[in-house]
Every structure is written in structure tokens, then in C-alpha cells.
């Protein structure tokens, strides 16, 4: 089963694969599995997890990659699923955008809300300078080590790297057009607070509207809306707008499949199944009347699916669905999980 996303309901799916002895591997484009919940709000709490009254995104992705463990999916990531196409047999070649092909009876695109394409400020050459000195979102910290780095934004994703970049950078600018920020209370106190110690200069009521260097970032100017302040100019050595992701299908738009409102249309009545056959679709990805876009429902799709994916997958081979209470888990790298089983003695 080749599933496309790596976000909870990619990675729950290979369990519930797991349990009907299929084989599943995975693609994302983001550089780790879990998604948005990796990608975007790693240390946010979620509150709707089935008995966990509260659990951070980030170790509910561990938790995942942990429960999946036994079942050995492979991986494909910093990849994005580029074109799909059925061969003769019937099976599907999807192929990434690095040329990477891989070949399944089955597809499952548990993509979320899609691919995420950073929402970018208006300066006219920022291009020139992605990935030498403009960066959309922070993956390792210790890029920034003894630099010079200026902030943009007024989330909690501005406000916490400004305040986590203290400890690492040489210099932190927070930038914000806003002096209200819209983030937590506590980051937004910290902040305040570390900017009266001088270790984040911050620069609100203005915005970061050009960008100079040669090869590589060397300063930004940053426009005030008080027309009377003069514009600043700052020697950086790196500048990171953090103004959200923008979440778009991406090619999988152009793969022949219903799209309603950038989601995919499918039989929720059934099988989750696309309005192509052997393609199915889980998570927030997909639409259908009484959608509801939770983890928990992802969750739900996937156990369904996976059942009728693998009448698909084995033709006119019965499967008896057992509860893992009384089959327990047996995974492929020969790993079993069972309850133990009760001994029941005769009294003479």
C-alpha cells in the first residue's frame, strides 16, 4: 500500500495496514514524518485525542512512529508525489519530483490539507536570496548559531523562535507591522521582557521591504508606517518571514480526480475510495457531506479503508477482522504483543 503524507492519519494507517499483514510505504514531502503536527506546532497541546486529555502534536507523532515500529514501513521524504499513473495490471507508478518511482496496488493519499507552500512577503528579489540568507521556516536551529538573524511576523511561530534564537544567535530583530502580536500571553510577556534585557531588538508599526547583498544576504530595510521615522538599515545574516503555510493540493490536482473546494471527493458510505478505483483518500484531504477535519475522524477513515483496501489488494481472499484484545499484534520484524492468556486450574 503506497500511501502519500506522513501526517497522523499516514502513519495510523500503516498500523491498521499492519494488522491485515499488508506492506505500506510512505512519501512527504516535509523532510521528517508527522506532518503539520511536526512541521508547524511540534510543542502546541491537542485536547481531542481519545484518552489523552492533552498530548503535544510532536509526541503524539512520536507515539505514532513508536506504534508503528513492528510493522517496518519504508520512506520516502523531503519528496513530493509528483504524477500517478495505472499501468496494464492494474497496479498504480507514482513518481516524486525527484524522479523516485514507486509501484503499488493500492494508493492512499492521506495528504492533509495538501502541500504547504510558505506565504512569502511582497519584496521583489527575496528569490534571489532562498537559501542564502532568506529561510520560510526553521528546521535546525544551529544554522543560526552566531548570526545576525531578523524575524518577521506576530504568531506564536515568530514569537517563539525570536525567543529560542536568543540562546543561539548573535543578534535577534523581531519585526512586526502590528505592536499587538497574536500569539500566547506567556511568549508574548517573554519577548517583552527579553527585548527591555536587549536581547531581542523590537521593531513593531513596521515591516522588512528590501533586501540587499551580493551572493548572499548582507542587510534589510525596514520601513516604519510613522512616515516621520526613517527607514532602518540592518546588517543581517539572515532573514526568516514566518507568516503561515499556505496549504495547496499541489499535482495531486491535476491527477483526473473529483475536486471539490481543494479536497477530494469520495465514497464515504463505503470505503473512502476516489472516483478512481483503487485510489482512496483519508484525513483532511478528502470531502463528503458531514466532514468533519479532526485527527480522530482521519483516524476512523483510515480503520475503514484498510479493510476494504485489502479485499482489493487479495481478491476473494476472506479476511475475519479479530480485536487486537484477543489476535494481540504480531509485526513483520517478528515482534508479538498478546494478552496473556488466563490458566484456568481444577479443584479436585
Known amino acids: 500500500m503506497l500511501i502519500i503524507g506522513a501526517g497522523p492519519t499516514g502513519l495510523f494507517t500503516v498500523f491498521e495496514a499492519g494488522l491485515l499483514k499488508l506492506k505500506t510505504h510512505l512519501i512527504d514531502a516535509l523532510p521528517q514524518p508527522g506532518g503539520q503536527c511536526s512541521e508547524i506546532y511540534p510543542k502546541k497541546p491537542i485536547y481531542d485525542i481519545p484518552a489523552f486529555p492533552e498530548i503535544l502534536a510532536g509526541t503524539l507523532v512520536d507515539n505514532l512512529m513508536e506504534q508503528i515500529k513492528p510493522f517496518e514501513p519504508g520512506f520516502t521524504l523531503g519528496e513530493r508525489a509528483e504524477t500517478l499513473d495505472k499501468l496494464e495490471d492494474g497496479s498504480f507508478v507514482v513518481t516524486t519530483n525527484k524522479g523516485t518511482k514507486h509501484n503499488a496496488p493500492v494508493v492512499v493519499i492521506a495528504g492533509g490539507l495538501g502541500s504547504f507552500e510558505p506565504r512569502k512577503p511582497p519584496i521583489s528579489n527575496i528569490v534571489n536570496f532562498e537559501d542564502t540568507g532568506v529561510s520560510y521556516m526553521i528546521k535546525d536551529p544551529e544554522v543560526y548559531r552566531d548570526k545576525k538573524v531578523v524575524i518577521a511576523g506576530g504568531g506564536d511561530s515568530a514569537l517563539d523562535w525570536a525567543i529560542f534564537l536568543t540562546d543561539v544567535a548573535s543578534e535577534v530583530t523581531l ?174
Not at 192 to 220: P, Q, W, Y
Not at 227 to 256: A, C, M, R
Not at 260 to 288: L, M
Request: charged content about 30%; hydrophobic content about 35%; overall charge neutral.
Open 175 to 348: 519585526v512586526h507591522r502590528r505592536d499587538e502580536f497574536r500569539g500566547a500571553l506567556d511568549s508574548v510577556e517573554k519577548a517583552a521582557e527579553l527585548a527591555k534585557l536587549g536581547k531581542i531588538k523590537l521593531i513593531t508599526k513596521a515591516e522588512v521591504k528590501e533586501l540587499h547583498g551580493k551572493d548572499n544576504l548582507e542587510a534589510v530595510v525596514i520601513k516604519h508606517t510613522d512616515k516621520e521615522k526613517e527607514d532602518t538599515y540592518l546588517e543581517v545574516d539572515n532573514f526568516i518571514p514566518l507568516f503561515g503555510l499556505s496549504p495547496k493540493l499541489g499535482p495531486i490536482g491535476d491527477w483526473g480526480l473529483d475536486i471539490h473546494k481543494n479536497a477530494i471527493k469520495v465514497n464515504n458510505a463505503k470505503d473512502y475510495q476516489t472516483n478512481i478505483p483503487g485510489v482512496y483518500a483519508i484525513g483532511d484531504v478528502n470531502t463528503y457531506e458531514g466532514k468533519l477535519k479532526l485527527i480522530l475522524s482521519g483516524f476512523h477513515e483510515a480503520a475503514v479503508m484498510c479493510q476494504y483496501a485489502y479485499q482489493q489488494i487479495n481478491p476473494g481472499k476472506r479476511y475475519v477482522m479479530k480485536y487486537t484484545t484477543v489476535g494481540g499484534v504480531e509485526g513483520f520484524d517478528g515482534s508479538k504483543k498478546e494478552a496473556k492468556k488466563e490458566v484456568v486450574q481444577s479443584i479436585a
